[in-house]
């Protein structure tokens, strides 16, 4: 295992390396070698070791591809190949990616960079490379058959073209895109303004993750892709919770986040403790005259936002998709909806004939989190992550946005737990419990019905079983 701290020394030999082989004639007549990367840890900013000086991106469980100058071109090679990406510790998942992850290395030029992306084809069938939101000559677009054809196996096509629009953008298959997408093919792009842009801010910390989901049986290792709906994995990065790193910033930061959503539904990306704005979209920065404060921002199918704030609370908040059905790991469906219902004597029947057996959900689907029952291997639990004070009961799209006062400025390594000022955190109250007042107790209804009561009815909800749907 290579640490973080190895990392930093690694990441800047891989710059070195490049450029140095960008000296050799030899080498120039060659592709870029190729880098791979074997971990699913957030891998610290690329510093540019060449071309324009910008402030780099940090992407969430994931890394950014470094390049090679050639006569003025960034040179960058992805190689489109079948990945085991770690989905949280321990869990693992079959997947096809870029570079031995899934999504694949974040690109980061800056404006009029020219840039020359060699894809390398080791998938079992044809790809192609779609640099969604770019402006770029209509050959490099990417759409297989439209554009250009199909990758085949086994061969390496190049693209070239001018990054001429600053911004947040991605890049994935635009042939078979359906099983290409939900088998993890994707990636981030981002092109940092060449000159101060009036409607750019200078951040101190810049993250990007892209949104993605995944159908994939407890149990078993390979996305069912022909899943339109009914997923079971919904991911930061190809990461679920507590397998998601936290977004470690220092207090008084300003933050940057760029969200990308290539699942089939949209996602209301959450954030505690502070507001923010959407300062761009795929589409370019937003006019200052647009902006306004949120706390939740919808990221619909195929879109991408930048949401910015000053990170001035401290404390460990979280930030997460606000549909709690993607706050949850995969679970056996069918699960119908027991809460309310009294199983005592069910219960005693079937333990009769069943030892072990276990009613869940009359008290709401809480226990599940602190139960450890046995699961099928290469799993997680629905909802799990052990935080301070007990279970935080979540899965999926959840992490925690940590803002710390003594945090160094470029330093990401996990702080722990925020420490509370005393007095500062919710507590039991153990005082007197007075009765509420009711308006009979009062004197009487403050607003009498009109018509008599007839027999009450008492109406049965019951919740759609299963993810179906959503
Ligand atoms: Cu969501």
Known sequence: MVSRRDFFLGASA??????????????MAALPEPVLQASADTQPPLQPSSG???????TLNGWTLPWRMNNGVKEFHLVAEPVVRELAPGYKAHLWGYNGQSPGPTIEVVEGDRVR???????????????????????????AGLNQPAIPVGKTFVYEFVARRPGTFMYHPHADEMVQMAMGMMGFWVTHPKEHHPLINEVDRDFCFLL????????????????????????????????????????????????GNLTMTNHPIHVHGHEFEVTGTDGGPTPVGSR?????????????????????????????????HHTMNAMGHDVPTLVGVDHRDMTRRITKLIPDYMVMGERGMADMAEMQMPLPDNTVPMMTGDGPFGSVEMGGMFTVLKVRKGQPAGDFRDPGW????????????????GEPARSNQAGG????????????????????SGHAGH
């Open 212 to 259: 993605s989901a995944y159908d994939i049986e407890p149990g078993a290792y390979t996305p069912k892709i022909m899943q339109m709906l009914d997923f079971n994995l919904w991911t930061f990065n190809s990461r679920v919770f507590p397998g998601i790193d936290p977004l470690v910033v220092r207090h008084n930061d300003r933050v940057r986040l760029r969200v």
């Open 418 to 433: 925020f420490k509370h000022p005393p007095g500062t955190v919710a507590r039991e109250w153990t005082g007197a419990l």
């Open 445 to 464: 209804q403050s607003m009498p019905r009109q018509e008599a009561v007839g027999e009450t009815v008492e109406v049965q909800v019951r919740k759609p």
């Open 52 to 58: 324009r000086p910008y402030n780099p991106v940090v």
């Open 292 to 324: 306004w404060p949120e706390v939740t921002a919808d990221v619909a199918v195929g879109q991408m936002r930048q949401l910015e704030f000053i990170a001035d609370e401290e404390g460990d908040w979280a930030l997460h998709c606000h549909k709690s």
């Open 117 to 143: 992306i060699f894809v390398t084809n080791k998938l079992p069938e044809h790809t192609s490379i779609h640099w969604h939101g770019q402006r770029l000559p209509n050959g490099m677009d990417g759409v």
């Open 14 to 27: 891989i710059g070195a390396a490049v450029a140095t082989s960008a000296v050799s004639r030899v080498a």
